[in-house]
Structure formats: structure tokens, C-alpha cells
């Protein structure tokens, strides 16, 4: 078996991900489900360690030895994919994530109209927050090919590691790759601001440096765009208040009110069809919005959220309960990824 094999298998069966584990076949996630490569066989450590290193170039191999774990991308006719390798049990393992070639368009994606707006936007901050695995980076993907196609600004991406590249448009687009183009999030997200940018994507808002850079950034009259582990509108102003000092706190708030523009907070989920139904909760940056996220009152946010419909917002319950009325996804299944059951109960009472 070789890897071309195994990237042509993962894409004929329209997988996210290809897991690569000693003792284990390969094992691809279709729809959200595990399952084993049919025919073929269990991997042993020299199959391991041959697959997932053959993937990599001397420089990489040399980090991947040190540290026992390294991101990266790399290309195929297939597509992007994403790479995760580490050491586990002391042996190699991988999970490669398809990234397709070609970015979907917001319509395609079915997500809520609201993005949109959001890029339309000229400054302020975009959240995209979810799960690992719940098409955040898709979903931006798809917001900035969207500026792309519409709009003459430049882009400048800083990511960890790249994942869509973006075809020539009406933007210019910089794409900035940890390791390969930068070696630290600090040093490249103080860059950005001399790099002539309007338009910033922070791959990912994982600490103190990379959030206080994305205000700072947003603050100073850019539009910017970062993704967060985080499963709600409420924990992400949380996640990101939490990380600063306690004496920064009040300051954060108050950056954080002024340049919020909006949360969209996303889920996969398995629709009737076989497939996954993109559903989000979504948050605007209301005047109540900002007043709340200044008091520290993150709390009420759901609240916010949940009487705000005219204002664009809608709640994960409100959300998931549309798509059971359609039909597009089963009431036992959409309650299972309810943050809010006893909420989505109610709304679905008479469905």
C-alpha cells in the first residue's frame, strides 16, 4: 500500500479524515462516523512510520523527530490536506484532513445568510467557533473567497497550517504558513500590521498573544476573521476574557464590545440524508450585545440571543428545531447536540 492509495480511497469515499494508527487498518471518518478502509490491512509500525514520514520533507522530519508531533499541509491531485503527526504509544500516527480543492460558496455550504453581512464588513472581529472537525475553516474559507470574488483589498492569512488556497480574484491574498513562512504567531501577527493588510485571518485563537493580536488588529480598523474551540457564543467571550490577567479583564471587555461584530457558532450535524446539515447559533453585536460583553455579564448572552431573532441572531436550539420541522434532521439526534435540551423540547413540542 502506499499513501496515493490511501488519499484516493479518502476522497472516493467523500471522507474528512484519514486516521493512520499501528495495529489498526487505516480508518477513514465518513459523515462523522469511523470506519476501516475496506482490503486493507492492519498497519504495522515499519508501514506506519514508512506512510506517514515518506510525507514529509527533510526540514519537516527533522522538527517531527524532535518534538514527536507536527502540523502541516501538503498538496495532491486529490486535493489539500491538512496533516496532524505524532508519536503515540512509541509509534508514528497521522490523521490527514481532505481539504478539497475547490472552496464551496456560502449558498453551497447552507449556512445562515448572515455571513453575508459579515463580509461586507470593512473592520471589526469574526468568530467562527465549534468543535474540531464542525467546518469552521470551511465555512471562513468561504467568507474570504467571497471578498475574494467582490472586493480589491489584500488578504493576509497567518495559519497553522494552511489549509484553502484561494484562487486569483479581485483580492491579493497572502497566506502565511507556521514553520514553513514564520516561526512564531507573535513575530507574524505583528507583521500583519506592516504588511499593508485589510482583510486578516487568524487560523486559530489559541492563547493570549494570538487573542490580544486579533483585538488589536481588529481595533485598528481591519476586518478580521479567527476560528475557537469553544461550543457557544457565551464561552467564547468567556475563553477569551479568561485568558488575559485579571487586572486586563475590564480593558478586554471593552475592546472586545467595541470591535465584535458577530459569533457564529457551528455544528455538523448528521441529517436524514446520510450526509451533515451545517446549524449554527448565530450573535450580532447589538447595542445590548456590546453592553452586556462591557458589564461581564456573558451569561445573559443566551438570552440576547434567544430575543434577538429580528437582529439576525438565532439560538443552536432555535436552529436545530427548524431542521426538524423540515425534515432534514431527526429529533433524536438534533437533541443530542443541543447545548439546551429542556429548550429545544419546548420548541419542538407539537413537531
Not at 63 to 88: M, P, T
Not at 335 to 344: F, G, V
Request: proline content about 4%.
Amino acid at each position: 500500500m502506499d499513501i496515493q492509495q490511501l488519499f484516493s480511497e479518502t476522497a472516493r469515499l467523500q471522507a474528512s479524515d484519514l486516521h493512520l494508527m499501528v495495529g489498526y487498518p487505516p480508518i477513514v471518518r465518513v459523515a462523522g462516523k469511523l470506519g476501516a478502509l475496506p482490503n486493507f490491512p492492519i498497519l504495522s509500525a515499519q508501514e506506519a512510520e514508512s506512510l506517514v514520514v515518506g510525507t514529509l520533507n527533510p526540514e519537516q522530519k527533522e522538527i517531527f523527530l524532535a518534538n514527536k508531533e507536527l502540523d502541516f499541509s501538503l498538496s495532491s491531485h486529490l486535493g489539500r490536506f491538512r496533516v496532524n503527526a505524532y508519536v503515540q504509544k512509541g509509534t508514528i500516527a497521522a490523521v490527514f484532513r481532505l481539504i478539497p480543492s475547490k472552496i464551496k460558496t456560502l449558498e453551497e455550504l447552507g449556512v445562515a445568510s448572515i455571513c453575508k453581512d459579515f463580509v461586507n464588513l470593512r473592520q471589526g472581529l469574526i468568530l467562527v467557533s465549534g468543535p474540531t472537525g464542525h467546518g469552521k475553516s470551511t465555512t471562513i474559507a468561504a467568507m474570504l473567497q467571497t471578498i475574494n470574488t467582490t472586493r480589491s483589498c489584500h488578504i493576509v492569512t497567518v495559519e497553522d497550517p494552511i489549509e484553502y488556497v484561494y484562487p486569483q480574484g479581485m483580492s491579493l491574498i497572502s497566506q502565511r504558513e507556521m514553520n514553513a513562512d514564520t516561526h512564531s504567531w507573535k513575530v507574524a501577527l505583528r507583521s500583519v500590521l506592516r504588511e499593508d493588510p485589510d482583510v486578516v485571518l487568524i487560523g486559530e485563537m489559541r492563547d493570549l498573544e494570538t487573542m490580544s493580536s486579533a483585538l488589536t488588529i481588529a481595533e485598528t480598523g481591519h476586518l478580521v476573521f479567527a476560528t475557537l474551540h469553544t461550543n457557544s457564543a457565551a464561552q467564547s467571550m468567556d475563553r477569551i476574557v479568561d485568558v488575559f490577567p485579571e487586572n486586563q479583564q475590564v480593558q478586554v471587555r471593552y475592546q472586545l464590545s467595541a470591535v465584535l461584530e458577530g459569533i457564529i457558532s457551528q455544528r455538523l450535524v448528521p441529517n436524514t440524508s446520510g450526509g451533515r446539515t451545517a446549524v449554527s447559533e448565530i450573535l450580532t453585536a447589538t447595542s445590548a450585545v456590546r453592553a452586556t460583553i462591557r458589564d461581564g455579564k456573558m451569561h445573559l448572552l443566551n438570552n440576547v440571543i434567544q430575543t434577538s431573532f429580528e437582529q439576525g441572531m438565532i439560538s443552536l436550539e432555535m436552529a436545530l428545531a427548524a431542521e426538524v420541522k423540515r425534515g432534514t434532521i431527526a429529533s433524536d439526534i438534533a437533541l443530542s447536540y443541543a447545548l439546551h435540551p429542556e429548550e429545544l423540547n419546548r420548541l419542538l413540542v407539537g413537531v
